[in-house]
């Protein structure tokens, strides 16, 4: 069973979520997307590939627990419940 990932670099991967570069790698990067789960340095080096089908199912499974287990605020946050 063969499977095919999609690798992104981190420019890629800010123009498909429309995020900047630096708010992936500064705020998402090792907080939510996790090294060996969402991203991979191949060959050891400094060059990180995001896998986006990885990154794709990370962000759908956050908007389905903020739809379920969250309360809309005015302020644009959440109250989970």
């Not at 069973?1 to 981190?10: K, P, R």
């Not at 992936?24 to 991203?39: A, C, F, M, N, P």
């Not at 590939?49 to 627990?65: P, Q, Y």
Request: charged fraction near 30%; proline fraction near 2%.
């Amino acid at each position: 069973m063969s499977t095919s990932y999609t690798y992104l670099t981190t420019e890629e991967l800010a123009e498909r979520i429309k995020y900047d570069c630096r708010t992936i790698r500064q705020s998402l990067k090792d907080t939510v997307l996790l090294e060996g789960l969402h991203y991979i340095k191949p060959f050891g080096r400094r060059k990180i590939l995001f896998l986006w089908e990885a990154v794709e199912k990370e962000m759908l499974s956050g908007a389905k627990k903020h739809e379920r287990l969250a309360i809309p605020m005015a302020n644009g946050g959440f109250c989970h419940v």
